[in-house]
């Protein structure tokens, strides 16, 4: 019961922290992001390259992980994701899914087909209630919670994150007071793929890593951002620790249909609030 | 006189049929018969997902699902009731329709990103259950061999009868869609995909029509997946797998979205590339990928769409 609860948080705030840029991308621009599971791949990956060179220290992996993603991010939105604000929202997808194949051979190219895995890099588990929890967990509990509040603050503290909300409920009337709103996006957007490299390292010990995990997290996280509502921040967290509860208690009685489930919960909400977009 | 029957042998799309028959004809006694009728069933796939995509403006990004139901209504229904093709054939068409019609409400009620993520997640349960949860009936990740029996009147278990049956139903197909596209009602679908507050506007009930849509275009689809089972012999879930959803997207875009042609011409075109030339294609979906952005970026008429205009161009200077 309570490893349930432990694993259905954990699995919630790994789903918050990829979401939200999604959220945030699909919120303004109303373009599906499929290149945020190519980030989120690829955090996972440099982590591995990384970590021989780190004497295997974990956190500095971490750092290394979403400074490579920064880049890499930033080439994407310039050259491919700017080019189609504005234009058919079918373009979006299917030039970002292009990104998608592109980035998952390339790290098939360069790491193989197999999967690796990774050990859990804190190691240690408390007993809490009489039921054995590892501290990793509770570690990604507290990070994605801090990771709530810190961008709390950003959106409401700060001129950057009260312009990137005005831009999200009219984009017009944020530019007819003279701020050129895309750069703010940009900005946005590589924050949302450092939040998905994150996303990535800090689930990577929990899975396997392999080429195609980033296609599976990110059809889970676009379930998580039409349950929550387009562009709706508060939204997506909700839904993020609520769907990562349908998962884990679902996994607790026949774990493969853990991901069907999700999608489930989500026809079920399509039905009594269809978006009509 | 003899103009006006020209013209309307051309608008009826007889003209259409004849060219696509002798293409596809000269194509396979060129090359062989069975990789070409693979190409024609692929064609009709292509053709039913244009319905939706072209023609009403909805991208989907899980018509494998539908293509992946006829294949296993059909491959179910041989394995468990009856050898016989025909109502294989005709158990997909049903199976199809029956998978569009549960999920088209709930999924053209959403336009543009939503509603191609919608069927991508359907796509992904559908898998699902293909593979794992009715594992026991479906053969999970080995799939099912079939075997057919043969009928009297038309053997379509020998290879050039089915080549021939196959391409007799692209041209069905292709027929069926001409009339349904330029009849009122594929003026509607364009309307809807051009703006659909107006149609609305105007007093058409647009969401009977997009489900109605919806099911034809699903339908089509998993025709396409029973002709693949039965040209294979085989069911398995690489029949629903939601990652090839890309290659008839890309056939699409490159034959061009939006036109029966095209959509004729972008199966081939794909087929033609994934078979010839990915042998010399070392990074396969690397190659997919650039092309794909290609396509959006500096093609997005495809083929059929340029070779309009260019024909255009020329008769408008003639004049």
């Given at each position: 019961m309570i490893s349930t609860l432990i694993y259905g948080l954990t699995i919630g705030g790994i789903l918050y922290i990829i979401s939200i840029g999604l959220s945030l991308t699909f919120g303004s621009m109303r373009i599906v992001n499929f290149a945020h599971g190519m980030i989120y791949t690829t955090g996972a990956y440099i982590l591995i390259a990384a970590l021989p060179f780190l004497r295997h220290n974990f956190f500095a992996g971490i750092v290394v992980a979403i400074l490579v993603v920064i880049p890499i991010s930033f080439i994407i939105e310039k050259f491919i994701v700017r080019r189609l604000y504005g234009e058919s929202i079918d373009y979006a997808i299917i030039a970002t899914y292009a990104v998608l194949l592109i980035g998952v051979d390339l790290v098939k190219w360069i790491w193989g087909t197999s999967p690796i895995p990774l050990s859990d890099p804190v190691g240690k588990s408390v007993t809490f209630l009489s039921v054995q929890v590892p501290v990793y967990r509770l570690i990604i509990i507290a990070v994605s919670l801090a990771i709530c509040a810190g961008l709390w603050v950003f959106f409401k503290k700060t001129i950057i994150g009260k312009i990137v909300i005005a831009g999200l409920q009219d984009r017009e009337a944020v530019r007819s007071l003279g701020i050129s709103v895309d750069r703010y996006f940009s900005i946005v957007f590589v924050l949302g793929s450092c939040l998905a490299a994150l996303g990535g390292v800090l689930y990577s010990p929990i899975t396997t890593v392999h080429p195609y995990m980033g296609f599976h997290i990110l059809l889970i996280s676009f379930a998580v951002v039409i349950v929550g509502g387009l562009g709706s921040l508060k939204g997506t967290t909700i839904s993020a620790f609520a769907l990562g509860m349908v998962m884990a208690i679902t996994g607790r009685f026949w774990g493969p249909a853990a991901e069907a489930m999700v999608f489930a919960v989500m026809a079920i909400m399509l039905i009594f609030k269809p978006i009509e977009v | 006189m003899g103009k006006d029957v020209k013209a309307r042998f051309r608008d009826s799309g007889g003209l259409g049929v004849i060219l696509i028959a002798l293409g596809f004809i000269i194509f396979g006694t060129a090359t062989s018969i069975h990789r070409t009728t693979d190409f024609i069933i692929f064609s009709i796939f292509v053709l039913g997902f244009d319905l939706l995509y072209?023609?009403?403006?909805r991208l989907s990004f899980g018509h494998m699902l539908f293509f992946g139901s006829g294949a296993y209504a059909a491959g179910l229904l041989v394995r468990y009731a009856t050898p016989n093709p025909f109502l294989a054939i005709l158990a997909g068409i049903c199976g199809g329709a029956l998978v569009g019609g549960i999920l088209g409400p709930v999924a053209v009620r959403a336009t543009g990103a939503c509603f191609a993520l919608i069927n991508l997640a359907f796509n992904q349960v559908g898998y699902f259950l293909a593979l794992v949860a009715f594992a026991k009936s479906t053969g999970g990740e080995d799939g099912l061999s079939l075997t057919f029996s043969s009928t009297p009147l038309l053997d379509i278990t020998r290879p050039k009868v089915f080549f021939g049956f196959a391409l007799f139903c692209l041209c069905l197909i292709y027929y069926l869609l001409k009339r349904l596209t330029s009849s009122p009602y594929g003026i509607l679908l364009r309307t809807i995909r051009e703006n659909e507050t107006r149609a609305q506007f105007i007093g058409y009930n647009t969401y009977r029509y997009k489900w109605f849509t919806f099911v034809i275009s699903s339908s089509i689809s998993a025709f396409a997946g029973a002709l693949a089972t039965l040209n294979y012999g085989y069911v398995n879930p690489s029949f629903v797998?939601?990652?090839?959803n890309v290659e008839v997207i890309f056939a699409a875009l490159i034959g061009g979205a939006g036109s029966l042609y095209g959509a004729v011409i972008g199966g081939f075109s794909y087929m033609v590339i994934s078979n010839y030339l990915a042998r010399y294609i070392p990074r396969w979906e690397m190659f997919l990928g650039f092309a794909l952005l290609i396509l959006v970026f500096k093609f997005r008429e495809g083929i059929w769409g340029n070779v309009i205009s260019v024909w255009k161009r020329r008769t408008q200077t003639g004049e």
């Open positions: - | 072209g023609h009403m403006g797998d939601p990652t090839r």
